[in-house]
């Protein structure tokens, strides 16, 4: 498949992304000021002076300093990184599980910001923007244009609370350009996408362990226990990780008292153990968590500590591998360095940090190929694991430690196996972007119609023909043929969410999970031995 210039950052995008959240901030220990005792320090400070004041060309040293930062901590391990101011921020944001902006989901259509959908009961939103808008001007500064950087768009559209913004807005559906003013103030961003229940059984979706994903978990759980609800699925597919103390507090929701979640050590030896409390919401339930290739870091806390105290079901995929602890150290210009300081350990001991060369981590982040052509994303057998690794679960069960978490349950990849263009195309966000042209194109006759009808006429559709032609007028050549149906699905599914929101979406798509249906079955075949679970 030959990928064009105009997608290419699309899959970048998606990759940078996928390796944030690999690499989040594990642990939110306040930074403490680190002295270096070695005099060697002052070579650098003399060496970045004396460029500052006499080399015969004007430098920028602070670049120069942000790559010797860099080339050092690339000498270490994959998670000990440097982080750029403007990266820092956006990343802080995502963490604390808010922002201060207008409160919109957008795409840059062709050089034209365009409005996916308001954020519910957001600023813009109570300022009268609607999906399909396209915004032109902030306070009559440009927003359109090629030349214009995303990160001057985040600047111009965010800013402090309750400050004001003016945007001209060009409103398609009705022909016509207006202003209005928009009161900038919080909003959420929500890590956990939905609390539901699937035929009586409880599903939590949860995208990062953020400063308020246990709150958001309790809550979610909270309304799934005002029903008969008597299992728990609880989803960290794509989930890199984040705070590693919010995913001991929803452990902690699921185990009973002084059983052990998970423990640390430094390079010292140094040990410390975190044991759940007595205040478990949901303790005697079954319990099922959904991983895949990239569940990461504070995911495979969580369904280490599930599995290891055989507390519940781990179905999917072998996760990702991480298992280093990091500290931040931020610095006054608002970038920050992130120091792997220790390694976590599952309650059997495994540590389920996957190898990695020092130096090296291109290969380390850029795994899945591998576990692809290995045959591993389609067979369990297929997953190398040693023996030498071998660890007992509470109730003696073989676990293996070595590389990530492997399932109990394996389910395999979607896509048919030698189609792993397919599996990056599906993932790249394409998809959306077709979704979006495609609800643009006929949001003047669904004015008027009811969800319900809109919904009907969309799940009869094939798509698949319009999206080959789509693919191949931006250069990329490929047949969808043997993986139509499931192709369908994802442009369906993507359809909904931008319609009408995560809620609509996870109705159409939970059905025909895969993983989903693995756990139905497993609970079928569980119910009729009468045992429990695992």
Request: charged fraction near 25%.
């Amino acid at each position: 498949m030959k990928f064009s210039k105009v997608f290419m950052p699309i899959l970048i995008f998606t990759c940078i992304a996928l390796g944030v959240l690999i690499g989040g901030i594990i642990t939110n220990a306040s930074s403490k000021s680190l002295s270096l005792k070695n005099n060697q320090k002052t070579k650098l400070y003399k060496l970045i002076d004396f460029i500052d004041k006499e080399y015969v060309d004007n430098v920028q040293t602070d670049s120069i300093v942000d790559k010797t930062v860099t080339n050092i901590l690339a000498e270490l391990d994959p998670h000990s990184v440097y982080v750029p101011a403007q990266e820092q921020k956006a990343i802080a944001e995502s963490m604390r599980g808010n922002f201060v902006g207008i409160g919109i989901n957008f795409y840059r259509l062709n050089d034209t910001i365009a409005v996916i959908k308001p954020i519910p009961n957001g600023p813009a939103q109570k300022a009268g923007i609607q999906a399909g808008d396209r915004l032109l001007y902030a306070n009559n500064k440009p927003l359109f244009g090629k030349k214009i950087a995303d990160d001057k768009v985040f600047s111009m559209l965010k800013g402090e609370a309750n400050s004001e913004v003016v945007l001209t807005v060009y409103r398609k559906s009705e022909n016509k350009t207006f202003k209005t003013k928009i009161i900038r103030n919080i909003v959420p961003i929500n890590s956990v996408d939905i609390a539901t229940t699937i035929d009586n059984v409880g599903y939590i979706k949860i995208n990062r362990f953020a400063e308020t994903t246990a709150t958001e978990f309790k809550k979610g759980l909270n309304q799934l226990l005002q029903q008969p609800i008597s299992c728990l699925l609880i989803d960290v597919r794509n989930n890199g990780g984040g705070y590693l103390e919010k995913a001991i507090e929803i452990a902690d929701e699921l185990l009973k008292s002084k059983e052990l979640i998970v423990f640390t050590k430094n390079k010292k030896g140094t040990i410390n153990k975190t044991y759940a409390t007595d205040k478990g919401g949901f303790e005697n339930g079954k319990v099922y968590i959904l991983i895949d290739e990239n569940s990461a870091s504070a995911s495979e806390v969580l369904a280490g500590a599930i599995q290891d105290n055989d507390r519940g079901i781990v179905v999917g995929r072998r996760s990702f591998g991480k298992g280093l602890v990091q500290r931040e150290m931020d610095f006054e210009d608002g970038s920050a360095v992130r120091l792997t300081i220790a390694r976590y350990y599952t309650p059997s001991g495994r540590s389920i940090q996957k190898p990695y060369t020092k130096g090296k981590s291109d290969a380390y982040f850029n795994e899945f190929e591998t576990r692809f052509n290995s045959g591993e994303l389609y067979e369990k057998d297929k997953i190398k694991v040693a023996d030498s690794l071998k660890f007992k679960t509470k109730n003696g069960r073989v676990v293996y430690g070595g590389g990530g978490i492997v399932p109990d349950i394996f389910v395999p990849l979607e896509t048919s196996h030698a189609k792993e263009n397919l599996y990056y195309l599906l993932q790249s966000g394409i998809t959306g972007q077709f979704a979006f042209r495609y609800i643009d194109n006929h949001r003047k006759q669904w004015k008027k119609s009811i969800a319900k009808d809109v919904l009907n006429k969309i799940e009869k559709e094939n798509f698949v023909p319009d999206f080959e032609k789509f693919l191949s007028k931006n250069g990329l050549d490929i047949s969808l043929k043997n993986n139509s149906q499931l192709v369908n699905q994802y442009i369906i599914a993507e359809i909904v969410r931008q319609l009408y929101g995560e809620p609509y979406y996870y109705k159409l798509t939970l059905k025909n999970d895969a993983m989903i249906q693995a756990v139905f079955k497993h609970l079928k075949f569980v119910s009729a031995k009468n045992t429990s679970i695992p």
